[in-house]
């Protein structure tokens, strides 16, 4: 078999038939061997839909769930099911136009790990949705790319739109919360090569749509227990963390060294902050870059102190730059703490734990075709 398409399904009996339809029509003329594979949990007639489906047509197959809920982990089960070399996700409502299969299956058929149609990338659209989804999917995706540092290069990481070659999942440990499927392929698969197409997204015509609050609030669990499972993407937060830290211990230090001790306001300040700058490193070398790094104490130290104080002479040019550009001392004052942040953050990594930089150089190639492919 050379390519399962795996669809969720959850009360859509309008488009079973049609979708059915148009995919026999997209692949029928193309020599590909391919399977259907639905798995529902559906409440309604969809179920006797697919069964009569089912019945008649020897390249559909439908898992019924009964009990169970959840688009993503219904489609690990189709992964599980699924016998193609190549597996195609895509929704039952139509919005994700089934001539694109050929397309999507002839890259990854000539060796892309990854293919995902996107809304994003020149010639695609999501004019299928309203200005108000467009703004929630938009945070939603740049929450998910500042977080995850494998979706910072995929346009559409949000997609539940794409192909992958069988060995990109199968083994993979996916155990994703809710409805974003693709975040827990590209967190947790193994591949090295994605491809981005662009196609437009539609609006449903039939059926309803089953997104809710209760989806939104999952995706930022599941986004959460990625970021705890990965250490690479973990590190970053703890370091935030750390650095926060960092500012009380230089407060409860300022307050001991002046109040119980009455040493002057200067030395009281320089040695709090002196305090800090140790612990941040102590907390670092032993939570954020545990794993890693060989080299000795008396070399990490100081690279870490001279990577900080640069990190504050950062953040005060950024804050006298954007008050050229009038923007409030503070606002500039906190842009400055975040790019300094981000700054050391990456020196470090780089520098000071160094052997750590390696790992986040085994990186995936992602390419794109930028021309318009086909509206439906
Ligand atoms: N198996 C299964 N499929 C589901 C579940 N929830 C949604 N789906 C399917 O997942 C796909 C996406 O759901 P939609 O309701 O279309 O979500 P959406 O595309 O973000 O929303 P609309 O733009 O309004 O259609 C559809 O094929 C649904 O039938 C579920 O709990 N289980
Ligand atoms: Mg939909």
Redesign the pocket.
Known sequence: MDLSII??????RE?IEPIVERIHSALRDQGIAYEIW?????TDE?VSVLTRVESIDEQVHVHH?TG????A???VEGFERATGEHFIV????L?HPPELLPDIYRKLAAGIDVVIPSRFVSGGSDG??GPL?KLV?WTARVIGQVALRRLRKISDCTS?FFGVHRNVVVGAPLDPIG?KILIEVLVKGRYRTVHELPYE?L??DA?????SLQ?QWNYFRHLFRLVSQSPSDRRFFLFCIIGASGVVVNLVVLTILKYAFGISDISASITASLVAMLSNYIWNDQITWRASGKRKWNVKLPLFVGISLIGIIVTTLVMNGLKHLDVPVPVGQAIGILVSTVWSYAMNNRLTWRDSAKQLREDVIVTREDRRIRSV
Request: aromatic share 10%.
């Open positions: 669809i969720p399904s959850f009360n859509e488009n639905f798995v529902d949990d559906s969809t769930r169970a809920r959840g688009l982990s219904a489609v895509m929704d039952a409502d919005q299928g949705l989804r999917s539940g409805w997204f609006a449903r059926g309803e749509s089953k997104m989806e």
